[in-house]
């Protein structure tokens, strides 16, 4: 890579994650392109990224799987390195519309990274998750954890990585000039949002995920939280996972972004990491975290377990920490405490007056 002021193509960088990387990487001094095609978010997150950060970015509102719009805006920036997190992310609508799943994200990825090729540009951070991994007795996932997603958009995931991993092997037998360089990120449960309380997660309709439910009943968009089981071999009950906090998350990225060029990735090669706290925590632990920071009980009752649901998983975060230098530094009350921030602020998300 070519020295300071880098530029980074952020796919999807109007979105949740995406959105925030974008802040952390224009604060940290690397200048921002975003492709989005805006099919789950808005454009005010990008208003607001530059407010924050004072900074400009630029912005083509187009989808991956155009190839001819790609190689248009690989052929007028110049890409140092590319943070993929476009992608469709919804469990149960990638086991309804399994085909939309592969088509969006398996096709856009390889119409990005056939771009990539194309331009020379071989600096990859890749969105994965947690859920590629299998279920096993284990509860704490090490990278080496056996894989086996079990839903659409989790063999979405596992596919691209396998299609990353394939590429930089044949790569390194083939051209050691300009080898790719990628890093598989896998995120455990991304919550919370940027301190400024102006940008944050917005889903559309009613939320699937915990954190964004919660706060909906808490503000009174949503009538009462269901429990999904409290049966579960853990100690109170509920199911237990690893949350992380997005501004932490995106940190890792940057971490990640730094180690591309670092001698340990100068013969290329594709390598997975965790980001995770190492830490699990209970459905009931949250909800009694969100009531502290509310100062009022929230209103839940016990449910079903939901099809497909674990009772318990969390990250070994260690590899990360060794040859990233990252760790997260935010508290369970940090994540909670911003996730509301942000939803008091902005009670109908982007859309709000
Ligand atoms: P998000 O939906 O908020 O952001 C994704 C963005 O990608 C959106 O702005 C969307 O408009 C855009 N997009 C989707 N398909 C596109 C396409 N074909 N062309 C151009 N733009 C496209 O999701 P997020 O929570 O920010 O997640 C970002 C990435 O992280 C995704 O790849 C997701 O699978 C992965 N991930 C998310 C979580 C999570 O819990 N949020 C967990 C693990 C992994
Ligand atoms: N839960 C409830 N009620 C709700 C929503 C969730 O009790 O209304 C519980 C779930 O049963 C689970 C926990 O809260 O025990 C967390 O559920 P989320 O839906 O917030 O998150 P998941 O762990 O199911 O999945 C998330 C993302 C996936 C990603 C995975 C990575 O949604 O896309 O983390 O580990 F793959």
Request: proline share 5%; glycine share 8%.
């Amino acid at each position: 890579m070519t020295q300071h002021p880098l530029t980074i193509l952020v796919t999807g960088g109007a979105g949740y994650i995406g959105s925030h990387a974008c802040v952390e990487l224009l604060q940290a001094g690397y200048q921002v392109v975003v492709i989005d095609n805006l099919c789950n978010s808005k454009p005010e997150a990008l208003t607001r990224i530059e407010y924050i950060t004072g900074k400009t970015l630029r912005f083509y509102h187009q989808d991956l799987r155009d190839k001819t719009a790609l190689a248009a805006i690989f052929a007028t920036e110049t890409i140092d390195a590319v943070m993929h997190f476009a992608g469709l992310k919804a469990v149960g609508e990638s086991c309804q519309k399994p085909q939309l799943y592969y088509d969006n994200n398996v096709y856009g990825s390889l119409s990005l990274f056939e771009a990539m090729a194309a331009a020379k540009v071989k600096n990859l951070i890749f969105s994965s998750s947690a859920t590629v991994y299998q279920e096993t007795d284990q509860r704490q996932y090490s990278e080496n954890h056996p894989l086996g997603a079990i839903n659409p958009y989790g063999r979405t995931k596992a596919m691209i990585e396998e299609i990353l991993r394939d590429l930089a092997n044949a790569d390194t037998e083939i051209n050691a000039e300009n080898p790719w360089k990628i890093i598989l990120l896998r995120y455990f449960n991304p919550i919370g949002a940027h301190e400024s309380g102006m940008i944050g997660e917005d889903p559309d309709g009613i939320p699937n995920n915990l954190l964004p439910y919660i706060s909906q009943v808490a503000i009174g968009k949503l009538a009462q939280l269901s429990v999904f089981g409290n049966d579960y071999p853990t100690p109170d009950g509920t199911g237990i996972r690893d949350y992380i906090h997005v501004v932490d998350l995106v940190k890792g990225h940057l971490k990640a972004l730094a180690a591309l060029t670092t001698e340990h990735f100068n013969n290329g090669g594709c390598k997975a990491y965790n980001l995770g706290g190492g830490h699990g925590y209970s459905v009931m632990e949250i909800i009694h975290a969100f009531e502290r920071v509310l100062g009022r009980p929230i209103q839940y009752s016990i449910a079903p377990r939901r099809a497909g649901d674990l009772a318990e998983y969390f990250a070994n975060p260690k590899l990360a920490l060794n040859e990233l230098n990252w760790q997260v530094e935010k508290t369970l009350h940090d994540m909670v405490a911003d996730t509301w921030n942000w939803q008091t602020k902005n009670p109908y998300g982007y859309n709000s007056p």
